[in-house]
């Protein structure tokens, strides 16, 4: 609905970020190719939690249990804010569970995932 995987990383299951759940989540992260602009991909991305059974977004802050969530973390070298998408994901350095994916398939801004993951880990140590 959005374009070609051009890769993906391998699934790990980790704790809930950000709150209390009995549930682990499984993420992974994968690159694609599109023609869609990125507002355009948070539209489809948004339309495929909903097709999937997401009723609501977290909001400030407040997480909850989802059955999927899909975060666009980086769209080409674009900086990007606005009132409904910020890029690269102003979480993205803080999130050990994206970063672990995210490093086997993507650099970053003169420093490879690698490296920000790498450091993140022996930080939480």
Partial sequence: LIGPVGGIATF?????????????FLNTALVLTTS????EVLDRTQEIERQ???QR????????????????????????????LTLPHPLLTERLFVLEPLHEIAPLLGRSIEELYTELRSRLS
């Fill in 12 to 24: 790990i299951e980790t704790e809930p970020w950000g709150f209390e759940s009995p549930h682990p």
């Fill in 36 to 39: 869609l602009s990125p507002l």
């Fill in 52 to 54: 999937l059974g997401r």
């Fill in 57 to 84: 977004k977290s909001v400030a802050g407040h997480y909850h249990d989802r059955p999927i969530d899909i975060d666009l973390l980086f769209y080409d070298d674009l900086i990007l804010e606005s009132e409904r």
